[in-house]
């Protein structure tokens, strides 16, 4: 069979590019080895998918050059996707900092690409072993289960290696080394970090929550930190995950709302309350215990002297952890990493050595922060390339 394009992986950004070329006339091939389309769309954001950020804007990706994602970016914009969003009737919200989701489920994202797909006559291969994929005379040859496909494009949208169990592989980092396009080193993101022997008093913390402002360099994300029995997650925790580098600090501060000296002023005000209770009065209780674990002062605020309660005021505005590493790819919510940038134009996603070659999503050296991010850019790669086919 002889398509236009054959697009490899039948996610996000697939569904989008197939969806978009097919409905300009094109013969679209849409392949996947899951026996169902956008399984990680099911799954996000809790069941509702978070399926974009009203503040997208390309400051909120990772990728070896930053600029590389504007042009998608600006040309497939949230309101776009929103608006596609509504003319299938699917009922959304903003939760906070400028998320969308469903209201009611994820399957209706999924169901909307489906028939997107539908409207643009594409073909289906679900559940199918794909095996030599071969560049001969300008056309792309690939067989699946064992039979001969050919398009003049094929589209890499098979996602990057997080989450393996759904079924997630590098096989698109194996497709673009094969036909000579570099990939920066790929990384777990978006992933709770693990906490060595040093910190495991805060291991018992699992469950514990709290606001904080988390830092790693010149990097700053003010959400919430979870404890775990691992580590340390939560969207503050996530997010900076994606930026952090093996054997660094982070540093947490836990009163990002105290102002300057506001232990002093506890101790003017209620001298013979305990350290303990000034703590408590703005965080958890066990966070307190295993905090104070740490410190040195005990007792009455009253017997403490200035100096002894600047530097707990120091040591919780930045606490410093050190993470043994990551829980990689089988917790990662993205990949970092991933198809160089340098080898594809940011117009239509088209690889400059290998025209008709093309590489969307997750696949491509684009990370978005948590919050809607990296589906956007899966929707504005995958219409890029898709009008380009
Ligand atoms: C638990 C979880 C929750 C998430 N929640 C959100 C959220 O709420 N908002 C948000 O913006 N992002 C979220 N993400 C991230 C988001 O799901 C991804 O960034 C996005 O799905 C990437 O789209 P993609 O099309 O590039 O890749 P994918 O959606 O991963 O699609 C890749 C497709 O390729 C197929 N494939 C892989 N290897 C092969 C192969 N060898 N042969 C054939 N087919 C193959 C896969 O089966 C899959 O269907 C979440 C991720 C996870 C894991």
Known sequence: ?????????????????????????????????????????????????????????????????????????????PHDFLALVERHGIAWHEKTLGQLFCDGSAKQIVAMLVAECGAGDVAWSLGSALSAVEYRDGVFHVMIDGQAHAARALVLATGGPSIPKMGATGFAYDLARQFGLSVVQPRPALVPFTLGADDALFRDLSGVSAPVEVRWNKVLFREAA??????????????????????????????????????????????????????????????????????????????????????????????????????????????AGGISTSELSSQTMEARRLPGLFAIGEAVDVTGWLGGYNFQWAWASGWAAGMAL
């Open 1 to 77: 069979m002889t398509y236009d394009a054959i697009v490899l992986g039948a996610g996000a950004a697939g569904m989008m590019c197939a969806m978009t070329a097919g409905q300009r006339g094109k013969r679209v091939l849409l392949v996947d080895h899951a026996d169902a389309p956008g399984k990680k769309i099911l799954i996000s954001g809790g069941g509702r998918c978070n399926f974009t950020n009203l503040h997208t804007a390309p400051d909120r990706y990772l990728s070896a050059n930053p600029h590389f994602a504007k042009s998608a970016l600006g040309r497939y914009r």
């Open 226 to 335: 979870l404890f775990t029995h691992r580590g340390l997650s939560g969207p503050a925790m996530l997010q900076i995950s994606s930026y952090w580098q093996h054997r660094t600090p982070i540093g947490v501060n836990f009163v990002p709302d105290m102002p300057v000296d506001w232990l002093l002023e506890e101790k003017r005000r209620r001298p013979q309350g305990s350290v303990r209770q000034a703590l408590a009065r703005h965080l958890p209780e066990r966070l307190t215990d295993a905090l104070l674990a740490r410190a040195e002062v005990k007792g009455e605020l009253g017997a403490q002297r200035d100096a002894a309660l600047r530097q707990v005021q120091s040591q919780l505005s930045n606490w410093p952890f050190h993470p043994s590493g990551t829980e990689g790819y089988a917790k990662a919510e993205v990949t």
